[in-house]
Nanobody
Framework: QVQLVESGGGLVQAGDSLTLSCAPSGRAWGSVAMGWFRQAPGKEREFVAAMSWRPVREYYADSMMGRSTISRDNAKNTVFLQMNSLKPEDTAVYYC????????????????WGQGTQVTVSS
C-alpha cells in the first residue's frame, strides 16, 4: 500500500502563487501516473491536473489551464503542483493520488490518495 503525503498548502491572497508537493512515504512511486484533485466544502472532488511519465504527458482542468504546472522531480521522488494567479474560488483541500487506470479526470481512476492539504485564497 502506498501512503502519499501532501504539503505546501496555506493561506494566500488572490493573485499569489503556491506550490504543492506530493511524495510517497517510504517507497518509490508504484504508479506511472498521478493526479491532483481538490474538494471545496459542499462540493464534489474535482480534477485539477495529472501527469504520466511513461510517456511524459500533462493534463489540466480547464479552470487551471495556463495557471498551473504539474511536474516531477525524480531525484526527490516528489511531484509538484505549481499554481499561479490564485483566486478565492481555488480555495479547497487539495489531494494527490496515484493513477490506476482509466480517464485521468475521474477520481475513480485513482487508487491511493493522500490526506490532503488546505489551500485558502483570500480576496
Amino acid at each position: 500500500q502506498v501512503q502519499l503525503v501532501e504539503s505546501g498548502g496555506g493561506l494566500v491572497q488572490a493573485g499569489d502563487s503556491l506550490t504543492l508537493s506530493c511524495a510517497p512515504s517510504g517507497r518509490a512511486w508504484g504508479s506511472v501516473a498521478m493526479g491532483w484533485f481538490r474538494q471545496a466544502p459542499g462540493k464534489e472532488r474535482e480534477f485539477v491536473a495529472a501527469m504520466s511519465w511513461r510517456p511524459v504527458r500533462e493534463y489540466y482542468a480547464d479552470s487551471m489551464m495556463g495557471r498551473s504546472t504539474i511536474s516531477r522531480d525524480n531525484a526527490k521522488n516528489t511531484v509538484f503542483l505549481q499554481m499561479n494567479s490564485l483566486k478565492p474560488e481555488d480555495t479547497a483541500v487539495y489531494y494527490c493520488a496515484t493513477h490506476l487506470n482509466g480517464i485521468y479526470y475521474q477520481p475513480s481512476s485513482y487508487d491511493y490518495w493522500g490526506q490532503g492539504t488546505q489551500v485558502t485564497v483570500s480576496s
